[in-house]
């Protein structure tokens, strides 16, 4: 589906699953505002996926800070002069058990997570409610549809993300503004490499056991999602002429979980 003209907000877009719907977006003939905590990191990418300068824009986000995400989004919507998608993907991961998990690595990742959504909604919507139109996109996963060990907040903050996405919905209709969850599975990220020392460390099996038998065991064919995947889901949602699926999440996981 085409994004010509379109001007799009990705989040934690400097690297991973963020990078590439920023490349896929641009592609689609979208331009694009990489926003990301780090931002040298963030202007090296622009400038990696457009040399000319002229399509893609980078701000420095600390998504969970307030005042820099509403001063992010309206530099951006300067920039362009509009704003028509947001991409909320920015995300963390801290993997331990549920009676020893610290209550403020607890609190960090439910803040990046959903105070992070919550923030740059709310500041992309004043501009799309202006337009009368716009599409928000969240990053859920599987975790979205049902739990694993040693991810609680994780968890929990990615079922939130469906809640959230229902009310944008309920709420941005009379805008023009949809809203939907894109719930990948296991995708070979530097967030997921981490995981897997982690998670043999806490589970007591090897780091190839762990991809095996708890990242990829339910799969259908023992594949890890891939970027590309998740980035041709983002157009397909970004670009979607009507209400038809707004409100709706979709699963991408090598048949991890099926609804």
Same mark, same amino acid.
């Given at each position: 589906m085409s994004l010509s003209n379109k001007v799009a907000i990705?989040?934690?877009?400097?690297?991973?699953?963020?990078?590439?719907?920023?490349?896929?977006?641009?592609?689609?003939g979208a331009r694009i505002a990489i926003a990301d905590l780090n931002a040298e990191q963030a202007a090296a990418a622009a400038k990696e996926l457009d040399p000319s300068g002229e399509k893609a824009f980078s701000v420095?986000? $600390? *998504?969970?800070?307030e005042a820099q995400v509403e001063a992010g989004v309206d530099a951006i919507a300067g920039h362009f002069g509009q704003i028509d998608i947001l991409v909320s993907n920015a995300g963390i991961q801290i993997v331990a058990p549920l009676e020893t998990f610290k209550f403020s690595d607890w609190k960090t990742l439910l803040s990046v997570h959903l105070d992070g959504a919550f923030l740059t909604t709310r500041a992309c919507l004043k501009h799309m409610y202006k337009a009368g139109s716009g599409s928000v996109i969240y990053m859920g996963s599987v975790h979205s549809k049902e739990a694993s060990v040693l991810k609680a907040p994780y968890v929990t903050a990615k079922h939130g993300l469906e809640g959230l996405a229902k009310v944008v919905a309920k709420e941005g209709?009379?805008?023009?503004?949809?809203? $939907? *969850?894109?719930?990948?599975?296991?995708?070979?990220?530097?967030?997921?490499?981490?995981?897997?020392?982690?998670?043999?460390?806490?589970?007591?099996?090897?780091?190839?056991?762990?991809i095996k038998t708890v990242m990829l065991k339910d799969t259908v064919d023992g594949e890890f999602t891939t970027v590309e995947d998740v980035a041709r889901c983002a157009v397909f949602f970004a670009g979607f002429p009507t209400n038809a699926l707004t409100g709706q999440s979709i699963v991408v996981s090598h048949g991890w979980f099926m609804q």
């Open positions: 990705v989040t934690g877009a400097a690297s991973g699953i963020g990078k590439e719907i920023a490349r896929e977006f641009l592609a689609q420095g986000m $600390n *998504v969970t800070d209709a009379a805008h023009g503004v949809r809203a $939907n *969850v894109i719930c990948p599975g296991f995708v070979r990220t530097p967030l997921v490499d981490k995981q897997i020392p982690e998670q043999a460390k806490e589970l007591g099996i090897s780091e190839a056991d762990v």
